[in-house]
Each structure stands twice: as C-alpha cells, then as structure tokens.
C-alpha cells in the first residue's frame, strides 16, 4: 500500500493506530510492572507517548506519520517486543 493509498483509506490508518494505541499501553503497563523489561526496548517511552497522543490528540495525528512509523519503526519494535520475553 502506498502512502497515498494509506491516507484515502478510511480502514487502515484507524486499525493501525489502535495497534499502535494497545502496543503502548502494554509498554506502559510493562513498564510500571518490570521496568527491567522494559527497559529492554528501545524507544519504549517514545511508543507510550506516541499512544497518548494517539488516544487523546486523535485529531491532530498526521496520517502520513502513522503510515512512516509503520513502515520504518514498527518491524524493529515488533523484533524487539519478541526478543524481550
């Protein structure tokens, strides 16, 4: 999908940002409750903020940030994630 196909689409964007939203929850709580693994992920604390905007910003996230953080961040959070636990 391209990032033009990524913004006109109405599904898409939305169901990424809500895995992007319950990746940092699960971070946050991970790190209140073992911050020892947390702290095994890289950028752990940008991931919870980037939730926070997400759930309480909603409309002022760019969707051509989401499609970027996508593409280019979320395969190594993912390979981190499962190298953690």
């Given amino acids: 999908m391209t990032e033009g196909q990524f913004v006109e689409d109405l ?3 939305r169901a990424i940002e809500r ?7 699960a ?6 409750d073992f911050p020892e693994v947390a702290a095994r992920i890289p950028e752990h ?3 919870i ?5 997400l759930a309480h910003g909603y409309d002022v ?3 051509r ?3 970027g953080l996508a593409r280019t961040r979320l395969p190594a ?3 981190a994630l499962r190298s953690a636990c």
Avoid at 19 to 25: D, K, M, P, R
């Fill in 19 to 25: 895995s992007f939203e319950i990746v940092g929850e």
């Fill in 11 to 13: 599904r898409t964007p």
């Fill in 61 to 63: 996230v760019d969707p």
């Fill in 45 to 47: 604390c940008r991931v």
């Fill in 27 to 32: 971070l946050e709580r991970l790190a209140r």
């Fill in 77 to 79: 959070l993912l390979a």
């Fill in 65 to 67: 940030l989401v499609f």
């Fill in 49 to 53: 903020d980037f939730r926070s905007v």
